[in-house]
């Protein structure tokens, strides 16, 4: 039944494509945090349309409107609720459903379960633009995580065939991070971002979409973090981030790869390295047993490419029960990826604060992240 | 903090490797189901230990004790409890905490996590053994939906770099699943098997392991299942797969080969068949928008290779601060795969049942699966 | 950490005393429900303040705006977001906290958990203000549980000394509920109403305050609802209605006075009626072993008196640590009971929607309440 | 459809009373934590039956063993399990479920619930033996708290007519509740001790029985533990305490005597103290908005006259579908109280160490409980 997800940090997200408005209710966030709003603003921006050839054209306003839990820009501790206004809410031409339910979306499982009352014009409750209210949730989490030494970030892996060069796993600094939230086109490699672009803009003349993968690092976790067999560090980013639309696959470390290595090939010996304990190499990608090790924790999430094509489709007609074509109007990104980077960045922050403040819960003082 | 999992149903796993018992509490089981207990350990022999020469050889009494919940083989409608006496419990030569914690288990974070109290021994809670009651919970809800027309059936994809087959995401058959669960290796393509075992064998010679990757079908279930966003079915499958040991990836559909397709490629578009729709093709593994299409569910799991290898290995004498050198006694499984196929299907079986339960809770009777 | 609430009805509430808006998300309302906007806004009125003589005189706008989850009267399935924006929000001469708390109020005890960051100002997230986004969702699922003959009513046990009678447990009817609704002053007996205003305006006099009792009934909920131990319905509802602020205590049946009964006088004995099966006397208050018996469920919620009064108070400054004197200013109700009685219903009504809906997931379609 | 409870503590309890056993699986307490098992067998005997003339003569052995997440008397941080071994599990004479309800306990309403299938002979999962395991987390919890400088202890404070001396709600110390919890029969008056052995004498003799009020203070208790609106102490504490069989009301402080009082009677004023800030009366029972206050935490719930007395009874033949005469043989406590008191103590301990160990995932480290 829920839109609501985590354990200490509580984030229940509402609105529909074409609802008065969208946006989220997060509790839990401990009392006290300055919230930089400008930033919040210049996070969300990232994943915001309009910025670019590779993206919709369509413009959204969609800064958020903080109703509660923030006062003077200082968490009061008590839900933070902010929502983004529809501009294009309450249409005169209404119509609650389709006869021709989109491929691969959405619409015909929801019809199915909710019944022909349920509102899924763009998406309705499954649109993307649900994915604002999380990044807002996600910018505020990430500001939190910061002042404890933590920095989320993520790339751009892979758009259809072509390749971004791969997080370094053991050596990859909290600045390549920040450097890369500073991009427009989020990726280490600026030629691969270029061939990147060409992809998606191919598949836009062709009146298609392309796939692609995106790579998200954490850094300054301290070892023990996650809770055994269904709360790990994997179970919990997992159920998150699959909750963003499109993505169909999700990775650890060496992820898919691992199942073709040997033990001896994949294990991660430790070293002593001054008086610190580290693993020499990060095929577990920072995590084992479900747990931190304190290494970077990396992962992967596979997009699938975005249903919204413009080319005609095979579909049916449900009232007639006959097979029918599907053009599907309106300008659609041909590529999501670049977008849902931020929104990749912002599920991993909230998890791990929520695993991070579960942490404190049982932990002794001395290994309290402040 | 917890081992436990689900909305509708709840599993709680307890035990350790050398606690007196592991076991499982199941609540929200419906009353008045017939469990058939000889089927539920032919399918936890599935996953027991010394079964040929690709397993271990240690032996384990994994018949489970049913403590309550089930009178005369029906289920009474209150929790149900089972254990698994652990026959090495407290032995005399005890040790809580190795000081040279083994390369990608759990030993060193969770040492981190829980200091030197905490009986890490064999894996403590985080050993493999722990899948066990796992697999009893999963035996009574498959055959709670195997009565509602359900089937959940696995095998192995791949184990190194040898494939079996994949399923056919359209066509296939309950009786192919069937088939698979009776088989000692459970691969569909014969052929592939013995390369597979060969595989395994090269890599206990070499006194190394190997890992693999299991591909699971749910057939039966009706379009519309799963909840919006966070609770969709392939966050709640995410969620309990990862749970299982040494799982580092999880995709459904088409997974992260959908990243490298065009959407014209990908998408699944409808058809008529006689009174009933269905999708054309099943790159989205039977679940758009997180909700189940009435195509069959399709997902694979990636297991790393077992770190448990017979070869020295590079770790940390923790006490001495110092680098140290590892052999690992014992005896272990080269690959966890072949008996990890049951646990991927215990996993899928929980939360395919949670959720039918939850879809139950708001749709109409006529969309009930009974 | 968390202000929401629920299982398959999972309530949100957002907002303080002084932040932009309040509101409320609710998750897991079935799809297809028509919602009578006025209906909700009746119920609503009940509970604004201004109705008379024995409230305060401010005056509230606390009328809903529906952000998300109904659409032309219907629910969507998804989340239903509605937000009361606060009109006197963000005063220019702000002061987050103050240096002398008001006895028994949140203050003292919320300031020591947030620190001084938290905005305590008019009760911050702990204000009665909240009960306004309660109402809405109670309005919500009043009327769904009306469309499945379920009907939920209160009314005014006592103010003070002054008692009203008593519903009749096992022949109280819902005509008696519905025409209880309608008053502006909810009490069966208008000689007892009239009185117990009478004690309100002589505390009002006195520049004081007097607490009462409200007793709510639910009529129509058939034999069998409820979960075992801790999820039984006495255990959920009294979760929710200790989240009325004043509540302080709540009991069921003869609750209380069940203490001082022998058993014989107190067993609830079954006879036949017609075909159907029902209880001689409702001592249970309709409630055995935390399930529904199908006798109307009674129970009773102690309010204290508002700590709100103008009565100069003890107290400390905390700035200065030494003990100070109080006089609260602004206008507060002399009573809070007579607006608590829809906060009763609606918290009530959540629960038993939340409880028929989990019913519904594993009971046989024919028990189902629809 | 659950049995279990709580948040950052997790006890999820199983078994019926003709089940293998009944036990418990808590999971969440931290690791490290010494256990003394003896002062656990000394608190759950208080529990036990057959210690005098007030209670059954049945004999129950009802030591738990305990089946993980303790080891060598020291919490290992992973689910601690438990178990009682039912001596009379599985009778030859067996039936499921009686055609002649009795009066008040759970068996009608647990039969329209789960149907035939369900086992309801001496109560099922609703059996007053499930608190055996409840007594047994809650003993742990004790010893956790207790450490803390968290004293949690009970009295009886009525049986039928019969009163106890009330706590002193503002002067209470642990020496008081520590020389109550020595004490056969829990009192703080031996007068008033020996008139309610003497009311229950005279309820036995007349095939009867007697309920009573059990009073619960906890203390040192920092100020601000307890979330806002649902979550908050007395919230969590009613939801827990309604789960012991045959509590039917539960209030704080003065409770329904709050109803009666007004404003400047019931505020309890705060006062400088030395340094610290205490209040003068303690009519919130040490909580207020749902937080504590710093003041002994005082609450009472009310237990009905257990429905199992020897006298005829009035039930219905659910076969025959007429009226019926029942006699409900064996031998049962006449008054349930004089046990009960450990079993208030246990649902309070786990409650108030889930809460504090909450409080600590947020608050800042100088306020932790340690």
Do not use: W
């Not at 990232?46 to 003077?72: N, W, Y």
């Not at 992820?255 to 010996?269: I, L, V, Y």
């Not at 304990?277 to 990608?285: I, K, L, P």
């Amino acid at each position: 039944m829920s839109s609501d997800f985590g354990k200490m940090i509580r984030v229940s997200l509402f609105g529909e494509s074409h609802s008065a408005a969208i946006g989220a209710v997060i509790s839990g966030v401990p009392a006290g945090e300055y919230i930089d709003i400008e930033a919040v603003d210049a996070f969300m921006a990232r994943r915001a349309p309009g910025q670019g050839a590779h993206t919709t054209s369509r413009r959204e306003a969609d800064r958020p409107v903080i109703l509660s839990g923030i006062a003077d820009s200082v968490t009061t501790g008590t839900p933070i609720a902010a929502m983004i206004e529809n501009g294009d809410a309450r249409p005169s031409d209404y119509v609650r459903f389709s006869d021709t339910p989109r491929p691969s979306h959405a619409d015909y499982p929801a019809l199915m379960k909710y019944g022909a009352a349920h509102d899924i014009r763009g998406g309705g409750h499954f649109s993307g633009r649900l994915t604002a209210p999380l990044c807002f949730a996600g910018a505020v989490c990430k500001q939190i995580l910061a002042r404890r030494g933590i920095t989320v970030g993520a790339h751009i892996a892979s758009v259809g065939a072509v390749r971004d060069e791969p997080f370094d796993p053991v050596g990859i600094s909290a600045e390549t991070l920040s450097a890369l939230s500073e991009k427009s086109f989020t990726v280490l490699s600026g030629k691969a971002g270029e061939r990147m672009l060409e992809e998606i803009r191919l598949a836009k003349e062709d009146g298609d979409s392309v796939g692609g993968v995106i790579e998200c690092a954490a850094l300054g976790l301290p070892p023990g973090v996650g809770e055994p067999i269904f709360d790990g560090v994997e179970n919990r980013l997992a159920a998150a981030l699959f909750g963003i639309p499109a993505v169909k696959g999700v990775e650890f470390g060496a992820g898919f790869k691992a199942a073709a290595m040997r033990g001896s090939e994949h294990n991660d010996g430790y070293v002593c390295d001054g008086g610190t304990v580290r693993a020499r190499t990060n095929n577990g990608g920072g995590i084992a047993g479900g747990l931190t090790t304190g290494m970077p924790v990396i992962f992967r999430a596979a997009f699938k490419p975005t249903p919204s094509i413009a080319r005609e489709q095979r579909t049916v007609n449900l009232r007639e029960k006959k097979n029918a074509a599907l053009i599907i109007g309106g300008r659609h990104d041909p590529c999501v990826v670049p977008r849902a980077v931020p929104c990749v960045e912002a599920a991993a922050a909230i998890v791990l604060l929520d695993l991070i403040l579960e942490h404190h819960s049982s932990c002794k003082c001395e290994s309290r992240v402040e």
